[in-house]
């Protein structure tokens, strides 16, 4: 999962979309051992969301008949994940980085598509809130969630 | 509209009414062909009206951009009466104020007139201020949210992140 640029296209920014979910799904798995008690619950919950929304566009990319991207066997952690803190970290960065695909399929998407890109952005933005309040980092938002800074 | 005055102006003329059919009726075919020859530069500026009234319709973004002039000003009179709220509420009106601002750069027309002074939120305990803002926060959400759907492909983006940055505020004041 990286920054990327603009997607051209429907196809692209909902790829786009897809590849950050499966990221996010396989780093949720790192970073729920590091949590205890409700931050794990917060993890596991997260992580089903994201589940949930890759398994839509699997999907909805298969009914169009357009070239699915595939998940991988692992990804690259921006940083090593060794406590809660960095655990915390990278919900966050997870979060932060997923809000910046589903973004970026806006200007893509029309109608009903473009709603759900809206909800999955907004989804992510207020999990990432709610992971910088439990680790204390402020402010707790950010002016414009999934704008490249 | 402007093709039928001049037709009905001479029919109400006693002079015209005075006159026989053949002649009334070459009138009009007259007044006619000359209002046909008209046509062409008739139809620029009714263009041209148009685009005067396009410039003066509001902009469909314009309420989005009071409405976080006017959130901003509410966050901004909250904090001032309780300044304990300041690290929790300086964020947000910050946001809504960059909100504003990038709006402005879209639309073209300067944020120049501050909100309406905001309710009066500031009355009563914490909790109710924070209850009151976190609503306000709710509707702001919800209104972007409308729009985000509606919005041509340059604004889909920014207006999608204003509502969901809408969104984080009212995670924010639980």
Redesign the interface.
């Known amino acids: 999962m990286r920054h990327r640029q603009a997607p051209s296209g429907p196809a692209e920014a909902l790829g786009g979309a897809l590849t950050a979910e499966y990221a996010a799904v396989w780093a949720y798995g790192v970073i729920g051992v590091r949590l205890a008690d409700a931050a794990r619950t917060a993890a596991r919950r997260a992580e089903a969301a994201h589940r949930s929304r890759r398994d839509a566009l699997v999907l909805q990319l298969s009914a169009a008949g357009g070239t699915v991207p595939a998940d991988k066997a692992g990804y690259t952690l921006p940083f090593p994940v060794t406590d809660t803190a960095s655990a915390l970290r990278l919900a966050v960065e997870v979060e932060e980085r997923t809000a910046a695909f589903w973004r970026a399929a806006l200007p893509h998407t029309t109608g009903e598509d473009r709603n759900r890109a809206l909800a999955a952005l907004t989804d992510c933005a207020v999990r990432a809130t709610r992971w910088r309040r439990t680790a204390g980092v402020t402010p707790v938002t950010v002016a414009f969630p999934g704008r490249p800074t | 509209m402007v093709l039928t005055c001049p037709v009905a102006r001479r029919r109400t003329t006693p002079h015209v009414r005075a006159l026989g059919h053949s002649r009334r009726n070459l009138l009009r075919a007259g007044a006619l062909l000359a209002l046909g020859g008209a046509v062409a530069p008739l139809t620029g500026c009714d263009l041209l009206d148009r685009g005067d009234r396009q410039d003066q319709a509001p902009d469909p973004l314009e309420p989005l951009a009071t409405q976080a002039r006017e959130l901003a000003a509410r966050h901004r009179a909250a904090l001032a009466a309780d300044p304990g709220l300041a ?1 929790l509420l300086t ?2 009106a ?2 809504h104020e ?2 504003a601002a ?1 709006l402005a750069k879209l639309t073209g027309r300067p944020a120049a007139s501050p909100g309406p002074s905001p309710a009066a939120t500031t009355g009563g305990d914490r909790a109710a201020v924070l209850a009151a803002l976190r609503e306000a926060e709710q509707g702001g ?1 919800e209104a972007a ?1 409308k729009l ?2 509606e919005a041509p ?2 604004r ?3 207006v ?6 809408r ?3 009212v ?2 004041l639980k």
């Open positions: 690290p964020p947000i910050d946001a960059a909100h990038e959400r949210a985000c759907a492909v340059d889909a983006a920014l999608g992140s204003i509502a969901a940055a969104a984080t505020h995670e924010a």
